[in-house]
């Protein structure tokens, strides 16, 4: 386990989401009514930042073509298209300390 400093918790405000970068990887934070998830924030269809799409409960809409994932598991909840590819992302354990977002990479 190696633990990475992402951000402040307030640097994620309530049911809201944040692109961070750590290690060379986009992940994407997520704040869903006070617990925080961490996902890989780049579509696996292709490549949009999924900071820029949309949240409903822990569903992440990609902002380009509508695939969605699961943030708590990165898992695909809904194919960017009949016969498109779309692979599940990788999601991160998030460990809370003095006031940090610290990411298990």
Do not use: W
Not at 12 to 41: C, H, K
Not at 67 to 87: L, W, Y
């Amino acid at each position: 386990m190696v633990l990475i400093k992402a951000c402040l918790m307030e640097d994620v405000p309530l049911n809201e989401m944040r692109e961070a970068s750590i290690l060379g990887r986009v992940l994407l934070l997520a704040n869903v009514d006070g617990q925080f998830y961490a996902m890989d924030g780049t579509c696996s269809h292709q490549f949009a930042n999924l900071s820029l799409g949309s949240r409903d409960g822990f569903i992440v809409t990609c902002p380009l073509h509508g695939a969605q994932f699961d943030i708590r598991t990165g898992k695909v909840v809904k194919r960017a298209g009949p016969g498109e590819r779309t692979n599940d992302l990788r999601a991160y354990r998030v460990v809370i300390a003095d006031g940090c977002l610290n990411i298990d990479m």
